[in-house]
């Protein structure tokens, strides 16, 4: 397995829409396991392959504590939402550091392949909820921060693209 690298926001890559998942082969279950382990590693509790620069539709959450309770959802769909709404601070690989206010779905039910191309339906609440609808914001071009305010969201782009250029700039001169 590997560690991947996710692309940060404000990454044009991020807002391409993922295409559905058609071969269910080796090739598909390697890049599952290496989304897993990234996911782990970051540490997160949820990645959607676009942010490791595969437009294709599979995300993987696990919201246990004690990460072992992977969830893989290919080709997933919301089939039905609470009309009850919740505020959750959410966070986002992509965009490390940020945390901030996203209401959503308090339950929603999605439809998904797993990892063998077998259909099956989960209903979930909580923070499982909000995880599945800010991953499959994902594999429709959308960040989480595209919910906050112009303020906000430009504040935040600045702040991640000051960050890329240190980084850079340390790269550059042999720091870390």
Same mark, same amino acid.
């Given at each position: 397995?590997?560690?991947?690298?996710?692309? !940060?926001? #404000? /990454?044009? +890559?991020?807002? =391409?829409?993922?295409?559905?998942?058609?071969?269910?082969?080796? +090739? @598909?279950?390697? *890049?599952?396991?290496?989304?897993?382990?990234?996911?782990? /590693?970051? #540490?997160?509790?949820?990645?959607?392959? #676009?942010?490791?620069?595969?437009?294709?539709?599979?995300?993987?959450?696990?919201?246990?504590?004690?990460?072992? &309770?992977?969830?893989?959802?290919i080709n997933p769909e919301?089939?039905?939402?609470? #009309? $009850? !709404? =919740?505020?959750? &601070? $959410?966070?986002?690989?992509?965009?490390?550091?940020?945390?901030?206010?996203?209401? +959503?779905?308090?339950?929603?039910k999605v439809r998904a @392949?797993?990892?063998?191309?077998?259909?099956?339906?989960?209903?979930?609440?909580? *923070?499982?909820?909000?995880?599945?609808?800010? $991953?499959?914001?994902?594999?429709?071009?959308?960040?989480?921060?595209?919910?906050?305010?112009?303020?906000?969201?430009? !504040?935040?782009?600045? =702040?991640?693209?000051?960050?890329? +250029?240190?980084?850079?700039?340390?790269?550059? !001169?042999?720091?870390?």
């Amino acid at each position: 397995m590997s560690i991947l690298n996710i692309l !940060r926001y #404000p /990454d044009p +890559r991020l807002h =391409k829409i993922a295409k559905s998942v058609t071969v269910f082969d080796e +090739r @598909l279950k390697k *890049l599952a396991a290496d989304m897993a382990e990234t996911m782990y /590693d970051a #540490p997160g509790v949820g990645l959607a392959a #676009p942010q490791v620069d595969v437009h294709e539709q599979l995300v993987v959450i696990d919201t246990s504590e004690t990460n072992d &309770d992977l969830l893989i959802l290919i080709n997933p769909e919301i089939i039905w939402s609470s #009309p $009850e !709404r =919740k505020m959750y &601070d $959410e966070g986002c690989l992509s965009v490390p550091g940020i945390y901030d206010g996203v209401e +959503r779905a308090a339950e929603v039910k999605v439809r998904a @392949l797993d990892i063998e191309g077998k259909s099956f339906e989960l209903h979930v609440d909580g *923070l499982l909820a909000v995880c599945v609808q800010h $991953e499959m914001d994902h594999l429709i071009g959308k960040v989480f921060v595209e919910y906050l305010s112009p303020l906000k969201r430009n !504040r935040i782009k600045t =702040k991640m693209l000051k960050e890329e +250029r240190t980084e850079q700039y340390n790269k550059q !001169r042999g720091r870390r």
